[in-house]
């Protein structure tokens, strides 16, 4: 099975940018679908965006539609998420999370495995 490791994260003001990694051992990336979820505290995990196995499909939710861009590099074995434009609301949590289904999910009980998490904090 496929271990995921994220980093990036950090404290960066309103309106700054952040670029979170997403490290795969274990199996090669290109078996999986992937996707960032975030937590905040208090408030229930939710689905940030995916990315195909090869890349060709991506879905954002709408809160970061334009702001935020997710990306893989099969190669390297990493998944990226580039933020701009943060705002205090995207301060979480967020995980990176894998899945070997054919169909493109963005309902978190569709994945399989789930990294520790990297912490975001926006300051406002």
């Known amino acids: 099975q496929v271990q995921l490791v994220e980093s990036g994260g950090g404290l960066v003001q309103a309106g700054g940018s952040l670029r979170l990694s997403c490290d795969a051992s274990g199996r090669p990336l290109s078996s999986y679908n992937i996707a960032w979820f975030r937590q905040a505290p208090g408030k229930e995990r939710e689905f940030v965006a995916c990315i195909s196995r090869l890349g060709s499909r991506k879905k954002y939710d709408d809160s970061v539609k334009d702001r935020f861009t997710i990306s893989r590099d099969n190669v390297k074995n990493t998944v990226y998420l580039e933020m701009n434009v943060l705002k205090a609301e995207d301060t979480a949590v967020y995980f990176c999370?894998?899945?070997?289904?054919?169909?493109?999910?963005?309902?978190?009980?569709?994945?399989?495995?789930w990294g520790q998490g990297t912490q975001v904090t926006v300051s406002s």
């Open positions: 999370t894998a899945d070997t289904a054919v169909s493109l999910s963005v309902g978190a009980s569709a994945y399989d495995y």
